[in-house]
């Protein structure tokens, strides 16, 4: 089955609730900004895994799509800051939302989506929720809304750092990528009216396909080609961008290895040769191969998790997503 | 009775609480960043009006101190964006925080700020408040957040527009500063265990003295002295600021004279002559008073709705605060 054209199925329920949501926003400018990005084509993997969740444990679409919507929003925030920070330019194919109207703008438009995520949780049905699935959901969006801030002050500290520890590392892109992946499936099991023992079991699930997730992204930036993956490969090397590759073959290398590896990753105008220099020592200290198996442990670890559920349609979609994590190759 | 005095008594609960909420906020320099403004020493107007609705309504300070904490890091953080929007150097007497640190970092603090204001109210004590109560604490904090972006866009968006009309200029501040105050005594009712017609009544107590409080702002501008107010008499004027001052000169008169103030407005170098020119006109016009007089029904009005709490000592604070936004200098 195509993963991607399954979770369209579910994206459309999404979208149409996040377009009626954000219709109300005032002054017109405002709202235009804030509901640029979710138009551009994402994914919508976190809002599907929210709904797919909820039906696996039993609950139905309806009882957590404003969850669902809630944590696109999120998603949606985060980014729109991030690429300020970033200075990125590019999102989705698109100018990003600083680049079509200016810094101010986007910064107003990133707070009202995130304003309205929690609204929308709020707005959800009471008669399919119960006060205390909305405070349970609320308190988990909101401890990964700080996940994420704090993942990605850990992600720009890092910026001038080459004694990142692969712990380090790990943590920083559970809170930057993972809790907000996490905070989707256990939305939806508390939405779906799971039980505690399920809710931790899908927080997990999710925390590791999350995990799994970015360190893939790390894998492609070596192993893709420019044409799939949209961008260079070893753009990560370019950047000096501690990676877990990066982090292993430091750790693993001593003499002149460690030596020039360090010496490229902190040049800020490499050659084509140095990138291709510091691929072969990746690939000299299994680097690469270390990335991959971590990965594929974090996703075999998170289907394991799901033995815990009855068999269903989404049950399989669930481990079908675990699965597409590894085999995504943009 | 000293009003600041008594906020002062307050503002130590809500600064210890503040503080161990934030503690534990890594790396260091977010965590940094993110407190310094919480102790630059604001007034916590906000947050101590929880706390004396709560007990006015019968309910105990206990019950909403979280709350009240999450409503100052609400306003903390509007202010540390608003801050890097209106490029403002300086707060509360002290660099703004994307001074002493970068844009960057002051966007993530700002954000870091808003998450864990959700969080915090979701870690008030379940024995102390049900959740339904946390859910409409939280419905209520979120859409004053919804409002502060809106109206902060509003405010934007008037800078090149000298056709603002006062309907238009009252949505703006009810929205900049007068949604979180209501949601302040509003969240405070509703954590005191009030019933829904005084919860509405405390909202409205909010909103209107908020608007007092904004309009007042105006009115000090023009009608303060340079030390006591701490910036230049009609600097307001010099900005070219759509204040409900200026409107109301603006709609009233004709002619030369409303040439005149258009001219004024819209210059970017104002001489003392032409402020002084400007404020005549206002006088003429009868624009200061007339602002004065809608602060001053605003906070009537407010001291009426509390007729609908029984009498104690903080009622009374509920009144001393209302006569406060019309007494205060600076």
């Known amino acids: 089955m195509d993963v991607i054209e399954e979770l369209g199925n579910y994206s459309v329920d999404i979208s149409k609730t996040i377009e009626e949501e954000l219709s109300c926003i005032v002054p017109n400018n405002l709202q235009e900004a804030s509901i640029y990005l979710t138009k551009a084509g994402g994914k919508m993997l976190r809002p599907a ?35 300020i920070m970033d200075d990125d ?16 703008v986007a910064i107003l438009a990133g707070d009202t989506l995130f304003s309205k995520a929690f609204e929308i949780i709020m707005n959800s049905d009471p008669e399919k929720n119960t006060p205390t699935q909305l405070s349970q959901t609320l308190a988990t969006v909101a401890d990964a809304c700080v996940k994420i801030c704090e993942g990605q002050a850990s992600d720009m500290s890092f910026e001038d750092r080459y004694d990142v520890s692969e712990e380090e590392y790990l943590d920083m892109i559970f809170k930057k990528t993972g809790a907000l992946i996490a905070a989707a499936s256990k939305a939806g099991a508390i939405m779906g009216g799971a039980n505690q023992e399920v809710i931790d079991a899908m927080y997990d699930y999710g925390r590791l396909i999350g995990l799994a997730f970015q360190i893939q992204d790390d894998y492609l930036d070596l ?37 020039k590896l360090l010496e490229i990753l902190k040049d800020d105008n490499n050659s084509q040769e140095d990138i291709d220099v510091a691929l072969d020592l990746f690939n000299k200290y299994g680097a690469i191969e270390y990335a991959k198996n971590v990965a594929l442990e974090n996703v075999t670890s998170a289907k394991k998790l799901l033995e815990i559920l009855p068999d269903s349609e989404s049950k399989q979609m669930l481990f079908d997503l675990a699965d597409f994590v590894l085999e995504r190759h943009s």
């Open 49 to 83: 895994l929210t709904l797919i969740t909820s039906e696996a444990v039993g609950g139905s679409r309806d009882n957590s799509l404003k969850s669902a919507a809630a944590i696109e929003l999120i998603h949606t925030f985060s980014l729109i800051h991030d690429d």
């Open 89 to 104: 330019d590019m999102r989705r194919g698109k100018p990003a939302v600083h680049k079509v109207w200016d810094e101010n």
């Open 223 to 259: 192993a893709s080609d420019e044409e799939t993956l949209g961008k260079p490969i070893g753009s990560d090397i370019a950047k000096g961008k501690m990676t877990i590759i990066a982090i292993k073959a430091l750790a693993a290398s001593e003499g002149e290895d460690n030596k």
